[in-house]
Structure formats: C-alpha cells, structure tokens
C-alpha cells in the first residue's frame, strides 16, 4: 500500500493542469452599423427615436405608456473552448432609486434586432421572454459605473450552443429606468470564462509511473505466495 500511495502522489505531481481563461467580446466588434455599436433598444408603440444610428441602449419606463426594451449583441465566432462563466459588464448611466433587471435569451436573429427603425412588438416581447439569464436589483450609483452582472447556468448553456453572434435582451421593472443619457462611445463588454482543460498527467512520466505501480503490485503478491 506505501508504494501505491507513493506512486499515486508521483503521478499527481507530474499532472499538467491548463490555467482558465478569460475572453471579452464587445458589442462594438463586428458591427451591423457603425454608429449603433451592435445595442441599443426596442419599444411597442410608436415613438421617435429608435433607429439603427441610436446606439443609446436606454430600458425601461420613458413616459406613462412607453417602455422600452434593450438588446446587446455580440459576436462569438472567435470564442473557442467550454464557457464555464460569463458576466455582462455594463454602464449604469442615469437610473431610478432602484431598478429591478432581468435578461433574457432572444430568438430573434442580431440582423433584424439590429435593425432598429420603427416600432414591433413582436421583437420587444423577445427582449423580456423566454429563458432568463438572471434577476438583479440595481441600486442607484455613479452614472458612469460598470455594473457586471453575472449570467446564470440557462445562459452558459445558450452560450456554449451559439455560433455567430449572441444577443441578450434586458427588460426593467415597471415605473423604473436604467441606461439612460449614456454617451455610447465604449460599448458593452461580456467577459468569457473558458474552461481549463482536462487535468492530464504528461504521457511519458504517466506510463513509467503506471509501470512501476504494476511492477510493484506484481512483486508484492510473488512475496506473500513465496
């Protein structure tokens, strides 16, 4: 049994393990349109100002019977590897006392979503249906302000099935507003948690060591039938 365990040790220390990485996509990589930056919002009912130049991403309650919807879309087609974790990393911009945030999956292709001229309520309702990617309660705070959200398991899973672009919908609760007077220039980032690889002894020490173990285990059993 000493010589298993010391063996076994041997072959854990010689184990090659892969460090994790951390990928950051922006919405500003590979744009539909170069002034909107791959965001900005829906609404259901007709309202100025949505239109494929607005990169503003502005959610939430604009006046009794407009509420808008925001989107983020981002291209994914260099992402290699399984996705253990992701985070949507965000500017606050002006806010109510505090808002209530959910995102969600969208169905709806980042093409059309992009395109953002007019008014469809279909692709609004998109924006705040389906699988939720996570519930957060957002407090007041400094405007210009990162906020990083963390994606929960629904979302890891959408993500490591996606090919091309991604586009997450955000939807805030009602009488409330987020994101609101933000001077687009930087974009939205998601931060990409890859995982490492599988924990893999170096092949040459593992097959001396295995050898050794079986040489050992062999010896042992001649001496206990001598």
Not at 28 to 57: C, E, H, P, V
Not at 75 to 101: E, F, K, P, Y
Not at 134 to 148: S, V
Request: net charge negative; glycine share 8%.
């Amino acid at each position: 049994m000493k010589v298993a365990k010391l063996l076994a040790a041997a072959l854990f220390a010689c184990t090659t393990f892969a460090q994790a990485a951390v990928v950051t996509v922006n919405t500003t990589d590979s744009r539909f349109n170069s002034a909107a930056m791959n965001q900005g919002w829906w609404n259901d009912k007709d309202y100025a100002g949505s239109d494929t130049s607005n990169s503003i991403y502005t959610g939430g309650q604009l006046y009794d019977d407009i509420t808008l919807r925001s989107f983020f879309s981002f291209d994914l087609s260099n992402v290699q590897g399984t996705i253990t974790g992701a985070s949507l990393r965000v500017m606050r911009g002006s806010q109510s006392t505090s808002a209530h945030l959910g995102l969600w999956d969208v169905s709806t292709d980042a093409a059309t979503v992009n395109f953002n001229d007019g008014v469809n309520a279909a692709i609004w309702e998109d924006l705040g249906s389906g699988n939720s990617y996570g519930q957060f309660l957002i407090r007041r705070g400094d405007r210009d302000d990162f906020l990083t959200l963390d994606l929960n398991a629904t979302a890891l899973a959408d993500l490591n099935a996606a090919t091309g672009y991604f586009t997450i919908g955000a939807v805030v609760g009602s009488d409330e507003f987020i994101f609101s007077g933000i001077p687009s220039v930087l974009g939205t980032f998601l931060d990409l948690t890859i995982a490492d690889n599988n924990t893999v002894p170096e092949p040459g020490t593992a097959a001396l060591l295995l050898s050794g173990l079986a040489a050992a285990v062999a010896s042992r059993r001649r001496r206990r039938n001598q």
